[in-house]
Structures are given as C-alpha cells and as structure tokens.
C-alpha cells in the first residue's frame, strides 16, 4: 500500500481497493489498477518498464500479505494461544474444545493433539463427566453435550440430577432418577453408543436393545410419582429394587461396538479397530503409516481404517478423493485418484478398515520431499482370512497336540509343519494333508498353551 502511495500517488483509500483487488484475484479489477498504477508512476518519473516491473513484484505477495494491523494483532494472538498451550494447556484445550461442541471433526483432531501432549481424555462416562468439557491435571473430561443427538440443555439436568443426589448406581436407579423431558430414544441410544453407561451395565447391546421400554419405564415411574399412586403397590420398595428386566444378554463384537463407537463420536475411544489385528500384522510385514514414512522402503503395505472422506475433482473434470485415516500410531491423510477411486467407490466408507499398498517417490532438491501415492487398496479382512501357503507352528514342551490336531482337523490349501523341542532336539513334522488356516485359526492357536511361534 505504501508502494502504491509513494511511487504512483494513490491515496491511502485507492491502495486498499488495490490491495482488494490483488487479494481476491479479480483479473478485471487488477487489470485496471495496474493501468493507474503505470500511469501514476510515469508521472512522478519513473520509467514505464520499471513501474511494469514493480507491479509484477507486489502482485504476488499481495496475494497472501498483511498490512501492519493485521500482523500484530495475529502475532499476539499467536504468542497468546502458544502460552497458554504451553502453561495451560488442559483448560485452553478443554475450552477450545467447547467451542467446537457440534463439530466432531474438529474434536477428534484435538483428541490426537491431546494423546501427542500426553493428556489422559476420560471417555463418556454418565458418572463422570459433564455437559461440557471439563479440565484437571493431566486430564479432560470429555463432553457428553459432544456426543451425536444429545442435546446440552438436557444432558445438564441429567448431570444436575447426579451431582445434587449422588451418582448413577444402576439403570434401575437411572429410570427412578431421570425426568422424561430429559432423555429421548436418539438421546439415549448416543449415549449408550459412546460407552457412557459403561460404568453401570457394559454390555452396550443389552442396553441398546432395551431403550424404548428404558423410556416407557422413566415415564410411568414418573407418571406414577406424579399422580402419587405408589398406595396402589402392596410392596413398592421390592418393585423399586427389582433389577431392570433388558430385552436380550447378548453383546455386541469386538467390531461391531466400535462401529457403534464411531458413529456417535466420530471417531474412536475405547480402542482401535485395528488391535484386534496387530499379532498378524508383524507376520504380513504390514507397518505403521508413521514407520513407513520414516524409513527408506520405496513401497510397503501399510494398515488404516477410513476417518473421513472427502470427493472432488480436478481442474479436467477427473474425480479423486481426499481421505484421512487413522491406524494405531496416529492420522494420515492420502490423495486416492480417479482409477482406483472408481473401482473401490462402493467399499470407501468411514470405520471401514483396509490394507494400502504405498508407493514412496523421493524428490530431492533444496530439501527432500516425499510423496505417497496409493497403488493398490484391499479391505482388511480379504488379506487377513486369505489362505497361507506354508505355516510352521513351533511349540514348546508339553504342548497339547490333541487340541492342535483338532484345531487344524479341517482339509485346506495350508502346507503346516510342526516344531516340537525335546532335550535340546528340534523335531520337525509336515502334516500330510494341506489344512484350513485363517486369521482366526491363527489367534486361536497362538493363545493356546506352549505354543512359541508362528511363522509363515
């Protein structure tokens, strides 16, 4: 701006619009400020080419530049919000968080800024947490208000209702306790989802299932107190302390609770979904995303499941996808482009979890760049169940082989072989026949008793 006052005679008001103009790109508006700016320079002496020549520098910056204002009032905000992330950082954190209360993309971003800071996040929990975001030493209590369909308001009476009387010690007590205008089918099945009654009932399913007649109870529990009718039970107090009858015991899997998981938190607390796989993992050679990034291997299988996913297109019309992913070591972010894209469209959803084949181009220049290209993508459980061709199971002394033999009783594509140790001897036995033998025949196994390895 001071360029333009000083070389070409704008006013101060005439090099804002300037500034607008180079900012935002109009090519209409720029082209004519460049004809006054060329213009103003001449007149107070300067050489048409050489005020050409300046313009074309301040062109460019002024596409990202700052006057002075803007600069420190955004430098104060940066060492302000850095002080406080540095000295404060559970009640910054917590509050920030707050802010962005409905956006679970956001939260989960400061949900893995907190694990890098090594501040414990204590999950859902109706017992322990709070409406809002709540901040003590070295940790934060997650928002209940944050979890999908549950509303803030009413969650801050539930809450309310627990601290002035003491915390939930069933879902008996839960109904007796709990107004009807406060909780909701969508409300509870949020809550149940997230894990926040794990404290009282953990099996999620069980509650899940039984939330419509969870609801029929709170309200005639509460008509009942209302209308004072508690004269027409012989025994009120047996009824009150029957345990809650649910409509089913059974539980959820592994998987299918933290699908449940995602789905209301938008991403995962309790555990990771590829957990479950680790054990197989080393034996596929399959790495982290962060230890393929930091090593020197062109190309490497690496495990991730979809957090979100994002479509565009490009500037020729052609589709690609922006897709973040988490594994156990943290989030990465990948470009998947318009061939694989179109052939994976309909198993790309979120918490689906596959196995990515990365491809690693070095480019070196004033600094060494990487950059990762997806080359093949497979769901997770058509490489894990895939039949193996050669498996070698050593066992320790006093392994049960009856068990193992009926353990591998079913005919496969699997060649096995048996490593037994006895007195300082390795004896070695090939199973006649191929043998069935799959991820789940694998962790069966190898938590069978004095069993040491298996190898593929």
Known sequence: MQIAQSLAGFTAGEADLLRRAMGKKKRKELEKQKERFINGAVKNGIKKDLASFIFTKIEPFAEYGFNKSHAAAYALIAYQTAYLKTYHKEDFIAATMQTELSSTNKLREFVEELKKLKVNVIKPCINDCYADFRAEKNKIFYSLAAIKSVGFEAISNVVKEREQNGKFKSINDFIKRTDPKNVNKLQLEGLVKAGAFDCIEKNRKKIFLSIPKIIIAIKNFNDDKINNQSSLFENMEEINNKPFEFETNDSWTKKELLSQEFSSLGFYMSDH????????????????????????????????????????????????????????????????????????????????????????????GDKIQRRINIRKILDISDVVNNSYKNVSIELNNGANLDELKETLKEEGKTAIKIIVKNNNKKLIFELEKARKFNFSLFNHIKNMENVKKISF
Do not use: W
């Open 273 to 364: 979904p590829l957990n479950e796989y680790k054990s197989i993992f080393d034996h596929l050679k399959i790495k982290s995303y962060k230890d393929f990034l930091n090593n020197e291997e062109k190309e490497s299988q690496v495990a991730g499941t979809i957090m979100s996913i994002q479509e565009k297109k490009s500037s020729k019309g052609t589709p690609f996808a922006i897709i973040k992913f988490t594994d156990i070591s943290g989030e990465f972010e990948l470009f998947l482009f318009s061939e694989l894209l179109t052939k994976n469209r309909d198993k790309l959803k979120e918490s689906s979890s596959f196995i990515l084949t990365l491809h690693k181009d070095l480019s070196v």
